[in-house]
C-alpha cells in the first residue's frame, strides 16, 4: 500500500524557473492538500482540494498553481522560482468527513 | 479564527524521563485534537487524537487528553527513549471547513 507518494525528494531551482512537484495517493481520498514547513513556522496550507476539479487557496498561496484532474493527483506548481520559496514541502490526504491525515515524504526545494 | 499554541522547543530529556509538551487551543465549537510526529527526514503521521470532551488518546506509552475546561491536549510520556527524539504537532480539526489547524511543532531531543 504506497500511500501517499510524493516526487522528486530534493529539487535545486535558479530563481525564474518553474516546476511542478507531483503528489498521488492509492487511498481513494477526496481532500487533498500541500504544505510549506520552515523552520519555526510550522506547517502553512498553501492550496487545498475537496475532490476533483474543486481547488481552493490556503494561507500562502501566491506563487503556486494546483489542479485536481483526478481523485489521486493533486499537482502543485512553482510558476517563477523566488529565493523565499526555499521550503520543505508536503502533500497530505485524508477522507473528507474523517480526520486522519496521511502525509508524503516531502520535497526539499531549494531556489538559489 | 481557531489556532493552536504549543510550546517552543527544543526540549532536551535524559533517556527515561519523563515528557510534558504542553499545547492549548482556541476553537468555536467542539473540535477533534490530535497529536502527529515526524520523525527526521520523513513526513508527518498521526500519533494519537481524541475526539471529544475528557476523551483520552494514546498510542506507543504517549497520552493526552481533551481538557476543554482549560483548552488544553497536553502530550506525556512517563519514560521516554532515544527513538522518541523527533518533531512533536499538536493540532486541530476545523470541521466548519474540513481544515487542520497546526502548532508550530516542538523539538525533542532525548540523550542516553
Known amino acids: 500500500n504506497a500511500g501517499v507518494t510524493q516526487t522528486p525528494k530534493f529539487q535545486v531551482l535558479k530563481t525564474g524557473q518553474s516546476m511542478t512537484l507531483q503528489c498521488a495517493q492509492d487511498?481513494?481520498?477526496?481532500?487533498m492538500s500541500w504544505y510549506r514547513q520552515d523552520p519555526g513556522m510550522g506547517l502553512r496550507l498553501i492550496h487545498y482540494s475537496v475532490g476533483a476539479g474543486i481547488t481552493d487557496q490556503g494561507e500562502v498561496p501566491n506563487g503556486y498553481n494546483v489542479s485536481r484532474s483526478t481523485t489521486e493527483d493533486f499537482p502543485l506548481r512553482l510558476l517563477s522560482a523566488a529565493p523565499s520559496q526555499t521550503s520543505v514541502y508536503f502533500c497530505a490526504s485524508r477522507p473528507l468527513v474523517a480526520d486522519e491525515a496521511f502525509f508524503g515524504q516531502g520535497t526539499r526545494l531549494t531556489v538559489v | 479564527g481557531d489556532s493552536v499554541t504549543q510550546m517552543e522547543g527544543p526540549v532536551t530529556l535524559s533517556e527515561e524521563a519523563f515528557l510534558t509538551i504542553n499545547c492549548t487551543y482556541t476553537?468555536?465549537?467542539?473540535?477533534?485534537l490530535f497529536w502527529y510526529v515526524q520523525y527526521p527526514g520523513e513526513g508527518l503521521q498521526l500519533l494519537l487524537k481524541a475526539t471529544k470532551a475528557d476523551d483520552k488518546g494514546s498510542n506507543k506509552g504517549f497520552e493526552a487528553t481533551y481538557r476543554k475546561e482549560t483548552t488544553s491536549f497536553h502530550l506525556e510520556k512517563g519514560s521516554v527513549q532515544v527513538s522518541d527524539s523527533a518533531v512533536y504537532f499538536c493540532?486541530?480539526?476545523?470541521?466548519?471547513?474540513?481544515?487542520?489547524?497546526w502548532g508550530a511543532g516542538t523539538k525533542l531531543i532525548i540523550k542516553p
Open positions: 476553537a468555536t465549537g467542539y473540535p477533534s
Open positions: 493540532a486541530l480539526s476545523d470541521i466548519s471547513n474540513y481544515q487542520l489547524i
Open positions: 487511498m481513494n481520498h477526496e481532500y
